[in-house]
């Protein structure tokens, strides 16, 4: 116990008397890891450390000291996934892990708007009809005549008349493209937003253009629900938020316990080949003010280490995917490169954000979901308590985060928000809300959280659904949700 106060002391920490007193009955009635109390009494901000720190940094250490349960498995339960070996590939193309290439030029810039220009023109030009498409600066000779062009939008603003009016370019130049209030595009007007790429159809006058409609590159309208033969099951889940406070960890052995056979629906949980994490494992450091008066691990690793604790109870037959969401140990910017090895081990399918996987044959896009913020404050009738609104708004512009600046993002030399294929599932994550929806085919999934309601939350009136986890079944193509 001396030796204990006194290498505090060489730290330059003092003890009032009743912390001292505190700290001995505290070490001589519990068998505590000595090292880890003596490193968060030397992180403490307080030089003077009275009994009420000392009692609060004992009570953090009790809680990262208890030892993480072993859960066993029933004897009945018979798991049909572990007869399965498993099929999942991270489509590497589309990962920026280990690929990123920028330096912050003015001409990464330029790349990257050039890339997401001609892969959604590419999208939009095989769009059938007898209107021909034209460069924008060989569309300026064509006066009269019916055209289609493809721009990206740099500003709109109404007339006095009432009309729209948009500044928009190509690569080969710039365009004044106006929406007569009595033209079909018109009733798209509110839903139109910077930097996003469209296609206008109407006729060239003068030196402006007279739209007509306006074509979006979506998704195929006759894109059937993919099915396996195997009766197999994916669970989806995000926003844990290891070392918060408001961390649900019991909630969370709940799930896990669940995919070990213990609890209701035994036979779905024994379909369970996969587990998809989309972000926000960790509540991470530093993430925003005064962030560590809600961190009960206030040590990034520690909270991994946690995180890696629980998941290997798990059974070993089930693969678990996990991407990065805006508070994990990577850049804030997206995208994201995956999580590093060293800091979650080797059990792991490390992809990025977004990340593209497919598993079964099924095409998956994973997308932690910053982008949700931005369609949520610019479009009209979305909101955070329906992410899968913003979510088709997403699928309809092929682009995650259409508005460049609105969240963080990194010009690479292509751009990796680009929605680049059809996905069978989209799974997204960030807003702590449940929702599903199927598009167009597409299974659009917002797999909530493992987090309670926080104060941030509070001052908001954002209700999150912690603890309800979606799993697809693979055959029959019905999603669950099942709550913890």
């Not at 023109?121 to 005549?145: C, F, Q, T, W």
């Not at 989806?236 to 056979?261: A, P």
């Not at 036979?267 to 962030?291: C, F, H, R, T």
Request: net charge neutral; aromatic share 8%.
């Amino acid at each position: 116990m001396n030796d204990f106060i006194k290498e505090l002391s060489l730290s330059g920490k003092r003890l009032t008397p009743d912390a001292v007193e505190s700290l001995s009955e505290f070490i001589k009635s519990n068998d505590c890891d000595r090292q880890l109390l003596m490193i968060n009494l030397k992180k403490a901000k307080e030089v003077i450390i009275t009994k009420t720190v000392m009692d609060s940094i004992i009570s953090e250490v009790v809680k990262i000291s208890q030892p993480v349960v072993m859960i066993e498995r029933p004897s009945d339960f018979k798991p049909i996934a572990k007869e399965y070996s498993s099929d999942v590939h991270i489509m590497k193309k589309y990962d920026i892990t280990n690929n990123s290439r920028t330096t912050g030029s003015v001409d990464d810039f330029v790349h990257y708007f050039r890339d997401r220009y001609k892969r959604i023109r590419d999208m939009l030009k095989v769009r059938p009809s007898n209107v021909p498409l034209i460069d924008i600066r060989y569309a300026k000779k064509h006066k009269g005549e019916k055209l289609r062009i493809v721009a990206i939008i740099n500003e709109k603003s109404m007339s006095k008349k009432g009309n729209m009016v948009i500044r928009c370019e190509d690569l080969t130049g710039d365009m004044l493209v106006v929406i007569p209030k009595d033209a079909h595009a018109f009733a798209n007007k509110d839903t139109i937003i910077e930097d996003e790429v469209v296609m206008f159809e109407g006729n060239m006058l003068d030196t402006i253009f007279i739209a007509n409609e306006l074509i979006r590159p979506e998704t195929p309208i006759n894109k059937e629900v993919k099915r396996i033969d195997d009766d197999l099951a994916i669970a989806y889940i995000s926003d844990l938020h290891v070392g918060s406070d408001m961390f649900l960890e019991d909630t969370f052995k709940e799930f896990i316990q669940w995919l070990n056979g213990k609890g209701k629906d035994k036979e779905l949980a024994g379909k369970v080949k996969y587990l998809i994490v989309a972000g926000d494992i960790a509540d991470g450091i530093g993430i925003y003010p005064q962030q560590e008066n809600e961190l009960v691990i206030k040590d990034v690793f520690e909270q991994y280490d946690l995180f890696v604790d629980l998941m290997n109870n798990i059974p070993d037959y089930i693969k678990i995917i996990v991407a990065p969401g805006n508070h994990d140990a990577v850049r804030r910017a997206e995208p994201q490169p995956a999580i590093p090895r060293e800091m979650i081990g080797d059990r792991f399918i490390r992809i990025s954000n977004p990340g593209w996987v497919k598993i079964e044959g099924l095409t998956h896009l994973i997308y932690h979901g910053r982008g949700l913020d931005a369609m949520v404050s610019n479009l009209p009738h979305m909101s955070f308590s329906e992410p899968e609104k913003s979510m088709v708004e997403m699928l309809i512009r092929r682009h995650l985060s259409p508005m460049y600046g609105k969240n963080l993002i990194i010009p690479e030399e292509k751009d990796y928000l680009v929605i680049h294929e059809v996905p069978d599932v989209f799974h997204t994550a960030h807003v702590h809300k449940n929702a599903y929806k199927l598009y167009k085919g597409i299974h659009l999934v917002n797999s909530g959280t493992f987090q309670a309601r926080t104060p941030y939350q509070v001052k908001l009136g954002h209700v999150p659904t912690p603890g309800i986890v979606p799993v697809l079944e693979l055959k029959t193509g019905i999603m669950h949700t099942i709550k913890f």
